[in-house]
């Protein structure tokens, strides 16, 4: 397999701190919005959300594991009706669910230290 010589490791893992942020932000901005069934939904949320916290720590850029990306980046407003968020909050978890695939594989590559062959 060729090197490819334009892979950036801090811009790739830069990218992906940006990412659990904004997904970070949805998801913290969601869980304080009007909810239908906020006992179900928070549990499941918060649970996510302290993954998403320890991946952005294990992964950070700095030493001390902290990270200089807002949280609160890009959090949309939930000003819809609690069906029209619902629906609003699955297609954005979904498009997380494809993201943290991605993420999964930078990851795996960075790890794997085929980029510095």
């Given at each position: 397999?060729?090197?490819n010589s334009?892979?950036?490791?801090?811009?790739?893992?830069g990218?992906?701190?940006?990412?659990?942020?904004?997904?970070?932000?949805?998801?913290?901005?969601?869980?304080?919005?009007?909810?239908?069934?906020?006992?179900?939904?928070?549990?499941?949320?918060?649970?996510?959300l302290?993954?998403?916290?320890?991946?952005?720590?294990?992964?950070?850029?700095?030493?001390?594991?902290?990270?200089n990306?807002?949280?609160d980046?890009?959090?949309?407003?939930?000003?819809?009706?609690?069906?029209?968020?619902?629906?609003?909050?699955?297609k954005?978890?979904?498009?997380?669910?494809?993201?943290?695939?991605?993420?999964?594989?930078?990851?795996?590559?960075?790890?794997?230290?085929?980029?510095?062959?």
């Open positions: 397999m060729q090197r334009t892979f950036s490791e801090s811009e790739c893992l990218n992906i701190m940006k990412d659990l942020a904004y997904y970070s932000a949805v998801i913290q901005s969601y869980t304080n919005s009007d909810l239908r069934l906020p006992e179900t939904e928070v549990p499941l949320l918060n649970s996510t302290e993954i998403i916290r320890s991946l952005r720590k294990s992964c950070s850029l700095t030493p001390n594991g902290e990270n990306i807002p949280e980046v890009g959090a949309p407003k939930w000003e819809n009706s609690s069906y029209e968020n619902r629906q609003q909050m699955f954005m978890m979904k498009g997380f669910q494809v993201r943290t695939i991605t993420i999964n594989r930078a990851l795996g590559y960075i790890s794997s230290g085929d980029h510095r062959k």
